[in-house]
């Protein structure tokens, strides 16, 4: 995720793109958001989620503008090589050549050469984010980068490792019958026997540790037809749950009266919209392959109209379609356990285990990004790690924190919301806008002012970049006082 720059990866179509970046936003984020919908009051929601869209375009804009000037700059660098290469090599020649090779001074400008038929903004190197931080910030930035991205990969493995023993428990402890709908269940509610199900979520927790943990220790990667196996499982799931819900609502049966404004609820709902939005970390290795670059900006745009689209019509069937009080943090899990919306047993489980498939994918997947993060974070040049470090320090460090989050807390909603609030502001928000202003400032005295950067994005202006900055900031403000403010008060 934060490496240096990698392969481009096999080419595909901008409608393919289109596809993988829409997967790619839409994942857990989504199961969580119709409960912070219920709590904040559908205006509210609806309004925020509007500009949170709005606002993530935008550094999703601003990445792709970084991209394309960290591809100048390495053409440059390297034209810039071999003219130092060239110019050692007629040092070689005899006096009376040398001076006949001095006799034709360089000048052709910078711009004017373009190399293997590129413009010198083409994206055609994959340059993760951790290397145009590399090039553009200093090395108080570039940590400050790695320990961003760092804990936002711990708070997704805390989610990824709480969503799945929940969804076993709720399945497992039986509650999954028609009469339980309408109950709230408690952690220390029987699951089978004197096992509470707090007891029987830990215990799956441990499972899920001793299956899925050690991948830590080694690489994983997804192949392309597990990706395409979980995108299938995804939408069908996503599919069901919206038809369901609009069907009851349709039958005048739906039960939920949600408020129309709560600002109790707007932090945490700002913390899962800004979860949910994520995409700005894994931009390289999506946009570098499209193999037609020239309508990105309308791609990357109607992506954003789609996802919104797809996030108000699942949210707003949900909190219409159940009553507020009895959404669950994960809601695949209402329809587990009601069978006015669902009365095919083997359906609502397909519902009930589906985090269980789609998350245990990505759980390695994370692990192992973090692991190689931590490693670049410590990494210095010529240094090798002992093999102690190597493959067993970095991979519990990695491992345990989640883990033990995990066992503490499994409210989803609450991780969600904190992950996105802090880590996801800064990688959303913060870096982008980062990135953007000193790319334009690296690469001003070098291209000059008349280059045009065919990616820029279209919020150009400096004052684009010092507003991010500035909702960044009071964002970070307003959720930490709600915070202290509600711990107060307990």
Not at 384 to 410: E, S
Request: net charge neutral.
């Amino acid at each position: 995720m934060a490496g240096g720059i990698t392969e481009t990866g096999e080419p595909y179509s901008p409608f393919v793109g289109l596809v993988y970046m829409f997967n790619l936003i839409v994942g857990t984020g989504a199961l969580t958001m119709p409960k912070a919908f219920a709590a904040a009051g559908w205006v509210v929601s609806l309004s925020l989620i509007v500009f949170l869209a709005f606002m993530s375009y935008m550094t999703t804009t601003f990445v792709i503008e970084a991209m394309a000037a960290a591809n100048a700059q390495l053409r440059w660098k390297r034209r810039e090589q071999e003219e130092t290469d060239d110019s050692d090599s007629t040092s070689d020649y005899s006096d009376d050549d040398s001076g006949r090779g001095r006799s034709e001074p360089e000048t052709k400008p910078i711009l004017s050469v373009q190399r293997s038929g590129h413009d010198h903004f083409d994206i055609v190197e994959r340059v993760e984010m951790g290397q145009m931080a590399s090039m553009f910030f200093n090395k108080v930035g570039v940590n400050m980068f790695y320990v961003c991205i760092i804990v936002y990969l711990y708070g997704d493995l805390a989610i990824y490792a709480a969503a799945v023993p929940i969804s076993l428990m709720e399945v497992a402890c039986g509650n999954h019958s028609c009469s339980a709908g309408s109950v709230k269940y408690n952690d220390t509610d029987a699951c089978w026997g004197s096992v509470t199900r707090k007891d029987a979520y830990r215990v799956f927790l441990s499972v899920f540790t001793l299956l899925l943990g050690p991948f830590t220790f080694f690489n994983a990667q997804k192949t392309k037809y597990l990706q395409i196996l979980t995108s299938l499982m995804r939408w069908i799931a996503f599919t069901m749950m919206i038809i369901l819900a609009l069907i009851r609502i349709g039958k005048g049966t739906g039960e939920g009266h949600p408020p129309v404004a709560s600002l109790s609820g707007v932090p945490n709902l700002f913390g899962v919209c800004v979860y949910s939005f994520m995409c700005q970390h894994s931009l390289p290795s999506l946009v570098t392959p499209i193999s037609d670059k020239k309508r990105v900006g309308s791609l990357v745009l109607a992506d954003y109209v789609l996802i919104l689209g797809f996030y108000v019509l699942l949210s707003f069937t949900a909190i219409f379609c159940f009553d507020s009080s009895l959404l669950h943090d994960m809601y695949t899990l209402n329809f587990t356990d009601n069978c006015d919306v669902l009365n095919i047993p083997v359906l609502r489980y397909f519902l009930g285990l589906f985090p269980v498939f789609t998350i245990s994918t990505n759980f390695p997947i994370i692990a192992v990004t973090l692991r190689n993060n931590w490693k670049t974070l410590f990494h210095r040049d010529g240094g090798t790690y002992p093999w102690v470090v190597d493959r067993v320090v970095f991979p519990l460090i990695t491992l345990v924190p989640p883990i033990v989050v995990a066992f503490c807390t499994h409210n989803l909603e609450t991780l969600v919301g904190i992950t996105g609030s802090y880590a996801g502001t800064g990688i959303q928000y913060v870096i982008p806008a980062f990135l953007v202003f000193y790319s334009r400032r690296h690469l001003e005295p070098v291209m000059g002012r008349d280059a045009v950067n065919k990616h820029r994005s279209p919020f150009r202006h400096a004052v684009w970049v010092w507003f991010v900055l500035l909702w960044a900031a009071f964002c970070l403000m307003f959720v930490t006082a709600n915070i202290i403010l509600t711990e107060t008060k307990k």
